[in-house]
């Protein structure tokens, strides 16, 4: 299957970011409510040990569907910056996630990833010149809060290399926003999305089948567990993420994704019928603050490379 054939590359434009929409917050923080539902998947669906195989199955078939639709393919540049962006965005922080969830009690493993906020917004004011507000340190000091309220658990046993996987895990997801919103994207977005799971899926798979070796036999809830981590958890999930990164200043979008734990609680009391202590619920309305606080900073003007203007292109 070849790409349609480009008589010329277009060439990319500097403009300002998109200015947001009233709904684009809404929309963008479906993204993390679904990737909150992976640990409660990772836990009771899939089988146990297989992070690189857990991680691999959800990017790759994902990105080879995108692109079954879309039927586009890099150009120039764009091999090697979406190979790039599908590790920063897919490929290591996959596998860096399912390592933490696997490793670590879900508690701990989300504390560590509700850094990446903090993270972002640091390097978006290095790369990108947006400001650093103190209202965003705020709200992401709040964040780590309310999430070690709403998910630790008092004796939570802690591992070494699941620690250093969250906290690797949200490095690679901060990065990977910075570039994405700093180089922008030159096709639609399917298209985009496609580049960067089948990048980070083409990386984990040989490493899945040298680490962990042939896959097991998967019984009828594995076929569902990775039906929906490749679905909801990754397609289309990606594809919202990415518009909200291009239109949201990074800050903001980052603050999303404290979305995902509080789903991530919410999904532990309705499957596995746990419930909420004073203090629990006190880290809920602590991530919310943050939430709220997040999207509510009137973010400055900045410039940065933007996706080149097509026809094609699509918002």
């Known amino acids: 299957m ?7 590359e277009p060439i990319p434009r500097t403009t300002t970011a998109p ?7 809404i929309i963008t923080g479906l993204a993390p409510a679904a990737w909150g539902l992976t640990y409660i998947v990772t836990t009771e669906l899939l089988p146990p040990g297989r992070p690189l195989l857990a991680a691999a199955l959800r990017a790759l078939p994902a990105g080879v569907a995108l692109a079954a639709i879309t039927r586009r393919r890099p150009t120039g540049s764009w091999w090697w910056k979406a190979a790039v962006l599908g590790v920063l965005n897919i490929g290591a922080f996959f596998v860096l996630l399912f390592v933490a969830a696997y490793r670590l ?6 504390t560590l990833g509700s850094i990446q906020p903090l993270v972002a917004a640091a390097l978006a004011t290095a790369f990108l010149g947006e400001r650093m507000r103190r209202s965003t340190v705020l709200a992401g000091m709040l964040g780590v809060v309310g999430v070690a309220l709403l998910v630790l658990r008092s004796g939570a ?27 922008g994207r030159p096709v639609p977005l399917a298209a985009f999305t496609s580049w960067q799971l089948i990048a980070g899926g083409v990386l984990l798979a040989p ?7 042939a896959p097991p036999s998967l019984t009828g809830q ?5 039906t929906w981590l490749a679905t909801g958890g990754a397609a289309a999930s990606y594809l919202i993420w990415f518009r909200g990164v291009v239109r949201l200043p990074v800050a903001q979008v980052s603050l999303l994704g404290l979305i995902s734990p509080i789903v991530a609680t919410v999904a532990g009391l309705l499957v596995l019928h746990q419930t909420l202590t004073p203090a629990q619920l006190l880290g809920a309305a602590l991530i ?6 997040g999207q509510r900073a009137t973010p400055a003007h900045h410039h940065h490379t933007a996706q080149p203007i097509t026809k094609e292109n699509i918002s």
């Open 207 to 213: 490493i899945a089948l040298a680490v962990e070796g």
């Open 157 to 183: 046993a802690v591992d070494t290399v699941g620690v250093l996987a969250g906290l690797a895990g949200a490095l690679s997801m901060a990065t990977g926003v910075v570039l994405t919103k700093h180089w």
């Open 222 to 226: 594995n076929l569902i567990g990775f």
């Open 288 to 293: 919310l603050a943050a939430i709220s606080l």
């Open 105 to 110: 009690p879900g508690g701990v493993a989300a």
């Open 2 to 8: 070849t790409a349609p054939i480009q008589h010329h």
């Open 19 to 25: 200015t947001p929409g009233r709904l684009d917050p």
